[in-house]
């Protein structure tokens, strides 16, 4: 059996107990362990971004991220945003559609708004580079986002 | 997913490090030095690299230093690539790298590991490579600053358990006039065709070149060729690339017709463009 | 509620709060104490004898349950053509084929197994393009051709590499040329790419003690695979249950069944266990099948003012190592070989052809977006010839109600819809009169090019497609229905279609959105762009046969004839007295009179739907009916390209799509962008690089780019709504027809801004200047 180490995480504000080998790769951890299966693998390989989380407030791909690497620190995946304005305005301008790549744009979304209230389209476009969606013409996407920054403030909620 | 299994430290200093490193060297272990490890993890994934042992050096203090001090830009080896450009001490070093891989990647991405990577573009080596920085490196014997000329020769070239801790700039060179581009193949998101940073010092250009070649590299003999510019552009650049050091790479990024093709656009661009600057 | 008060309106999604919260769940979301692990060896060669296979390390794993290789699957699999191993036998056909599968306790553990199989090949010489598989003395991939089984209408050609020839003769070939003034041809390619869909491919399998098979699966085809696991491993039907979660997208790669007897295989090597087959992306992208390249031979002869006369078509298609729905692909690509082009004189062989290289499988379009990048190419490069406006020469063309398509089909108005519709109005929104090609300065220049599309959907003549409506006791309604939700919003639209004609609210209508075989009517395959067509009519079958329900029941309740009931908002009411009214509620489980006694039971709708009036094609000259309708639009794409280096901007991209009756237009729309965005991908950058040993230099998406949020134009989306009588509310299929004439549209938007002839792609800046430079390669 390998060498799993128990450790505590932090998500969505909540301390959580893990069991884990330390070559476990955060994504793993938080979808086989924790049961949080927002965060997607698309890649594994830090290519699409379906599988971003927020680690101290920035964005990070949870598959090229160590589990044992978070502790300590604040973990907030998709199930950690309560009906937020960025994800009200996903629903509101059909940003979605089959939904894998969706918790992605969105933690990307999310701490753009909160870190810029009024990002320029520049600074939307490298924030979302990372993020890879299959279905859609990304416009959609560029919609929502957009609708919520015109709303005077960025989403400070949850 | 890794398929093996390896140990994970956190040391808090570099002595404390170093030492872990060679402990762990001396009990078969292979250990690794381990920063933003986007690398790490996912040539793990696809048995690409082994050790039974990372040594994430991120939460040393010296690692994570970005200031200046007096003259100098200082900046810490475990610094993430977002953590520079919003800083933006050194622009030149902002723009390479915000052309490098994605922002959530360099939200997670470190200039240490970039530069120490087995990857062989290394994109933002260049920067450093035109401003002519000092490494401080670790080890064994404590603390050394060394030339990046001397250190840095197509790779970074560290004795076992060294730990690259810091880049050291001379301040003056953020304010230069420079130029950086990145070509691909397509996708703006991708390795390079290739990469070109110059900037201009006492009226001669520098620069340095990723992707054209197998590793990184600045060579004083090819700035020499296309600052005579008593020259018309093309015959320098004609002469420039007699002195490149190794083979323009010919892989799936780009044929190596239409790199050199793209190349000496390329550097038409920059030569024209930091000519006109004064 | 007034008439078409959800129809034609914007509905949101109705699963768009799971999707942006994570509750949506996925195949692979699910885990549980006890669930085991599958992962697959794949093959490193693109053609090689397997010559031993040493599972022995593997085995001595401490995690290690149960190691399969191909010797365990004594039978050959296949759509049309039984022409595939589950696991590879003897021999490996493609870079990336399925060799060998360990079950172990953790995914880690599966992963460890995985990688200590021992496999030891010899290199065979590979067939790595279209062009050296039809060479004389090709080196054979199916020595066995001949004795495949074979299924109607496939039909491979022994001692070779065609898998299959569609073939098209109609008219008279020597008086179209004879009528021809002007000629051209030239050749195109298309490579070989991925469905990339964002969620890998992943199933879950286990057998119960009692012989119940379950199986969960990201598939577009959960009653086929029923059926085959049913057949290949002698299964009661009613014993297998397959359920299908939301899809992470699929566009086509997720329709062909393979891994799922894998998946099943793997459980009954574990006593029937809970096995989860986990797909990593460079599977996904190599081993899984792929999406089918072309290489394309186009003549046109035109009279001087532009009337085309004769069309003589090679379409060879790269099925790759095995025949899958490549075959069918190519008797589509035959079906539409001209495009919606009005040609009396046409001769066409489209060809499956076998090489050493991933195989392919239905991919959004279904060979149209492959044939019409060269059609649509042709077209232009003859409007050159003949100095006409190449919208012009279209218009001149356009297919219509009267003409006969390439299998001889009578086009009627409602079948065809009005492609010159979509060109008039494309003209406009477009600009099209200012200039195909604009210079902007010395570096810059401006072009845009035109690209058509036409597509009729070929199913199985037979296909068919139910739907159950049940009620709940506060009147709303559940619609049980077997179509997948990939992403494309079809259970939007369907709960749209059934909250119409009941006038009922949408927030009433529960669709259900996992498929399960066993209590889902079922759906054919959610495939081709059929499910609104095809699931639509059969809800509206079950919707009429509840209201007459409602109706009678009704009439005793409410001491009148059935006729004089009408129902509507939730209600059965007097037509000329809504007044008087029993609401739903109070008849979901029978209506009760005061005094106790009952009346009715459970309402409970049922309605079908099969396909009609389709046919077989003769196999000489492919006369037959394909498909019940076909979709038609115009599209277009506007660069800015810098003539230095061949580096390009995607402006702006335009589709004008006859629609029938849009349901959503919301939906519709971004499902249409989605698949222009798709097209722009294909064709500005996608496509697997091979080596010269066949093997794929881009496994993955580090290698393997896709369009991005900051690559991408300003979308421009209309619809023509000509209706489709038999399709529900008029509409027709839409789904796929997005992405079919968008990379004609991009290669002719950049030919005319380079001013040559740009034909093949993908077009990368370096792939431009070759072509520009002459080069062949």
Same mark, same amino acid.
């Given at each position: ?41 698309? #890649?594994?390989? =830090? ?59 969105? !933690? ?26 299959? #279905? ?23 | ?101 994605? *922002?959530?990647?360099?939200?997670? !991405? ?128 004609? *002469? ?35 000519? =006109? %600057?004064? | ?12 999604? %109705? ?8 509750? @949506? ?58 022409? *595939? ?61 001949? !004795? ?53 491919? #992943? ?73 989860? /087959? ?17 290489? @394309? ?39 539409? #070989? ?25 991919? *959004? ?102 739907? %159950? ?32 004609? /009941? ?124 498909? +019940? ?11 800015? /390209? ?33 698949? !222009? ?17 066949? /093997? ?68 990368? +800046? ?12």
């Amino acid at each position: 059996m390998p060498e799993k180490k128990m450790y505590n995480l932090y998500v969505n504000d909540e301390e959580a107990s893990v069991v884990a080998r330390p070559s476990d790769t955060l994504l793993h951890v938080l979808r086989d362990q924790l049961g949080l299966t927002g965060a997607k693998p698309g #890649c594994e390989n =830090g290519d699409c971004d379906a599988c971003t989380v927020l680690v101290d407030g920035k964005p990070i791909k949870s598959c090229l991220m160590l589990a044992i690497e978070a502790e300590g620190k604040h973990v907030k995946t998709i199930e950690g945003l309560k009906n937020t304005r960025i994800q009200k305005a996903f629903v509101e301008n059909w940003a979605i559609q089959c939904g894998y790549c969706t918790p992605g744009f969105i !933690m990307n979304g999310f701490a753009l708004l909160n870190q810029h209230s009024n990002p320029d389209s520049e600074t939307i476009n490298d924030w979302l580079s990372g993020n890879l969606c299959r #279905c859609m013409g990304y416009a959609e996407i560029k919609a929502a986002i957009k609708s919520v920054m015109t709303s005077d403030h960025a989403d400070k909620s949850s | 997913m890794i398929s093996f299994d390896f140990d994970y430290y956190q040391p808090c200093s570099i002595a404390e490090a170093v030492s872990l490193y060679h402990q762990l060297l001396a009990a078969g272990k292979l250990p690794i030095y381990y920063a933003g490890g986007t690398e790490i993890i996912s040539m793990a994934r696809m048995n690409q690299l082994f050790t039974k042992a990372v040594i994430d050096i991120k939460t040393i203090p010296e690692c994570n230093v970005l200031h200046v001090e007096g003259s100098k830009l200082v900046i810490g080896s475990a610094v993430t690539l977002t953590q520079i450009e919003e800083s933006n001490l050194f622009p030149l070093l902002s723009e390479v790298s915000k052309r490098t891989a994605d *922002r959530t990647s360099r939200n997670k !991405m470190t200039i240490g590991g970039n530069i120490s990577g087995k990857l062989m573009y290394r994109e933002t080596v260049l920067p450093f490579l035109l401003a002519d920085s000092q490494l401080v490196i670790a080890g064994n014997n404590g603390f050394k600053t060394v030339s990046i000329h001397e250190a840095f020769n197509e790779r970074l070239h560290l004795q076992s358990g060294e730990i690259l801790v810091q880049l050291i700039t001379e301040q003056s060179y953020s304010t230069l006039p420079f130029k950086t581009v990145k070509k691909t193949k397509q996708s703006a998101i991708d390795y390079p065709l290739l990469t070109l940073a110059a900037l201009k010092k006492d009226g001669q250009i520098r620069a340095a070149f990723s992707g054209v070649c197998r590793f990184p590299f600045r060579l004083t003999e090819i700035e020499k060729e296309i600052s005579q510019n008593q020259m018309v552009v093309d015959e320098r650049i004609d *002469r420039a690339l007699k002195l490149f050091p190794a083979p323009i790479l010919d892989d799936i990024q780009g044929s190596k017709e239409y790199r050199e093709f793209v190349l000496r656009n390329t550097l038409v661009e920059i030569i024209e463009w930091l000519e =006109g %600057v004064s | 509620m007034d008439e078409s008060m959800i129809v034609g309106k914007n509905h949101l999604r %109705v699963d768009a709060w799971e999707k942006v919260t994570g509750n @949506a769940k996925f195949t692979n979301d699910y885990t549980a104490p006890g669930l085991l692990f599958a992962r697959l060896v794949t093959s490193p060669f693109a053609h090689a004898k397997i010559k031993s296979i040493d599972t022995s390390l593997a085995l001595k794993l401490p995690g290690t349950k149960a190691v399969l290789t191909g010797q365990h699957f004594p039978f050959l699999t296949g759509s049309l053509l039984k022409d *595939r191993p589950v696991l590879a036998v003897e021999k490996v056909r493609y870079h990336g084929e399925p060799v060998a599968v360990v079950v172990a306790k953790s995914d880690h553990e599966a992963k460890l197994a995985a990688e200590a199989i021992q496999v030891e090949y010899e290199p065979l010489p590979v067939v790595n393009t279209v062009l050296d598989a039809l060479a004389e003395g090709a080196p054979l991939i199916h020595e066995n051709l001949g !004795m495949y089984k074979v299924v109607k209408p496939a039909a491979p050609e022994p001692n070779t590499n065609i898998a299959h020839r569609q073939k098209i003769r109609k008219g008279n070939m020597e008086k179209g040329w004879a009528n021809s003034e002007v000629v051209v041809e030239a050749s195109f390619s298309y490579p070989k790419s991925d469905h990339a869909a964002m969620e890998t491919r #992943c199933i879950r399998a286990q057998i119960s003690a009692g012989g119940n098979v379950t199986i969960y699966s990201a598939s577009q085809s959960p009653f086929v695979i029923k059926k085959l696991i049913s057949r290949y491993f002698n299964v009661d039907a009613g014993k297998i249950t397959v359920h299908t979660p939301f899809v992470g997208g699929s566009f086509g790669g997720k329709a062909a069944v393979c891994l799922e007897f894998i998946a099943y295989m793997a459980s009954k090597a574990v006593n029937g266990k809970e096995v989860k /087959l986990v797909i990593s992306r460079e599977q996904d992208m190599l081993s899984a099948p792929c999406h089918i390249g072309l290489e @394309a031979k186009v003549k046109l002869g035109c009279t001087k003012d532009g009337l085309i006369q004769a069309a003589e078509l090679s379409y060879w298609f790269d099925g790759g190592a095995y025949a899958d729905q490549g075959l069918a692909i190519a008797r589509a690509g035959a079906v539409d #070989c001209t495009g919606p082009y009005h040609i009396e004189n046409v001769w066409c062989d489209s060809l499956c052809v076998y090489t050493n290289r991933p195989y392919a499988t239905s991919f *959004r379009g279904f060979g149209h977006s492959e044939l019409m990048f060269a059609i649509e190419r042709a077209i232009d490069m003859m409007a050159k010839k003949l100095n006409i406006d190449p919208l012009v020469l279209r218009q001149k063309n356009a297919i219509r109600a009267g003409n006969t398509t390439p299998t001889q089909v009578v086009l009627t108005r409602s079948n065809i819809g009005s492609l010159i519709k979509c060109l008039s109005r494309l003209k406009e929104i477009i600009n099209w009169d200012e200039g195909a090609r604009i210079e902007i300065d010395e570096n810059k220049v401006r072009a845009k090019g035109i690209g058509c599309l036409w597509k009729a959907p070929t199913s199985a003549p037979n296909a068919t497609s139910g739907a %159950v409506l049940s009620f709940n006791n506060d009147g709303s309604v559940n619609l049980s229905i077997g179509a997948v939700e990939l992403g494309q919003g079809t259970k939007t639209v369907l709960a749209q279609i059934v909250a119409e004609r /009941l006038k009922m609210d949408m927030s009433k209508v529960h669709v259900t959105m996992e498929v399960d075989t066993r209590t889902n009517p079922e759906h054919w395959k959610t495939v081709a762009s059929t499910a609104t067509f095809m699931v639509g009519n059969a809800a509206l079958e079950a919707v009429k046969d509840v209201i007459a329900q409602l109706r009678q029941v009704g009439s005793v309740a409410l001491r009148c004839s059935p006729e004089q009931l009408e129902v509507g908002y939730e209600k059965v009411y007097l037509k000329h007295n809504p007044n008087i009214f029993i609401e739903i509620k109070d008849m979901a489980a029978g209506f009760m009179f005061p005094n106790g006694n009952a009346v009715g039971g459970q309402l409970i709708g049922r309605g079908n739907f099969i396909m009609q009036h389709l046919s077989h094609l003769d196999p000489t000259t492919g006369r037959g009916v394909p498909g +019940p309708t076909w979709t038609v639009g115009a599209q277009a794409i506007e660069i800015e /390209l810098d003539k230095r280096d061949f580096t390009y901007k995607i402006l702006r991209a335009a589709s004008v799509i006859d629609a029938g009756k849009v349901i959503n237009y919301k939906t519709a729309e971004s499902v249409t962008m989605g698949g !222009m965005c798709m097209g722009l991908s294909i064709a500005s950058q996608e496509g697997f690089q091979f080596d010269s040993n066949g /093997l794929v230099q881009n496994p993955n998406f580090r290698s393997y780019k896709l369009m991005r949020l900051t690559d991408i134009p300003e979308y421009i989306v209309e619809f023509v709504e000509t209706p489709q009588i038999d399709g529900p509310y008029g509409a027709r299929g839409l789904g796929e027809h997005g992405v079919i004439g968008i990379p004609g549209a991009l290669a002719n938007s950049l030919s005319i801004a380079v001013g040559g002839e740009l034909n093949r792609l993908p077009l990368t +800046p370096e792939n431009i200047w070759k072509q520009v430079r002459g080069d062949s390669k």
